[in-house]
């Protein structure tokens, strides 16, 4: 766990059933004994983050927010265990907590399919999987606070509604810092791509929404870019890597439709 920038924690080293993948959790000191969460990870990587939380002088109990970006397992399969050690809140946007509840089924991407076909060209299997990770199948889980595009989380972090990965993705802008968390908003040389990109049709529920989604983040002026799915923190000309993958994805998109 490393303070990349004052009072916002990256928390790497977090297992994916794809390890080129990988999974970067955020914790945000909010205050004195004061911290929100943004997105969990594995169960099994529960002992790894709480190692990191020991050795950083943290109380898990001090984790009083659990945000969830989306509603991805690689982002949620650890919440309902997070928030029975600590007590915390879960949030999430309203949209997404509909599913998280199970109250409706989501079909979005990945299929199972398309889930064993990346893990063989990853080198990997289903079988491998299953065995460090269970059958990620994951319990409801209930949402207590809905979350809505503008919303402000403990005075600091603004919602911003950035939905085509999945249709309640959403986004945390730090304004006064100019500090974007944007769960899978983008994604930042992963899956042996390398630069800034938007997330692939195969894992994406709305792939062209998704392109404005992150036409959207130009607005904000963003200089520095945190991502679940990330080989680096983006910590200086993220502006201009984001311009760049929104004009990347919108030629993709072109040259499809011919």
């Not at 397992?73 to 999430?92: C, F, L, M, Q, W």
Request: charge should be negative; proline fraction near 5%.
């Amino acid at each position: 766990m490393v303070e990349i920038v004052a009072k916002v924690h990256s928390i790497d080293g977090l297992d994916h059933p794809i390890p080129t993948v990988g999974m970067v959790s955020y914790l945000i000191e909010e205050g004195p004994r004061d911290y929100t969460l943004i997105d969990t990870c594995f169960t099994c990587s529960i002992p790894t983050f709480e190692s990191y939380l020991s050795n950083a002088g943290i109380d898990i109990k001090d984790i009083n927010r659990i945000v969830l970006t989306h509603l991805h397992p690689d982002h949620i399969e650890a919440a309902n265990e997070v928030k029975r050690k600590t007590g915390a809140k879960i949030y999430s946007h309203w949209i997404e907590s509909t599913y998280l509840s199970h109250e409706l089924q989501y079909n979005g991407p990945p299929d199972k399919d398309a889930f064993e076909h990346v893990l063989k060209l990853m080198g990997t299997s289903i079988d491998k999987v299953t065995k460090k990770f269970g059958n990620i199948n994951i319990g409801p889980i209930v949402t207590n606070e809905l979350l809505k595009d503008g919303d402000m989380i403990a005075n600091t972090l603004q919602v911003i509604h950035t939905p085509g990965h999945t249709p309640g993705h959403i986004s945390l802008y730090d304004r006064e810092r100019r500090i974007l968390i944007g769960g899978d908003v983008l994604f930042n040389s992963i899956l042996n791509t390398d630069g800034l990109f938007v997330p692939p049709s195969a894992v994406t529920k709305d792939w062209e929404t998704s392109i404005v989604s992150a036409r959207r983040l130009l607005n904000l002026k963003v200089e520095k870019l945190l991502l679940a799915h990330q080989s680096t923190p983006i910590l200086e000309n993220a502006q201009r890597m984001i311009e760049k993958a929104v004009s990347v994805a919108i030629t993709d998109k072109n040259a499809i439709a011919k």
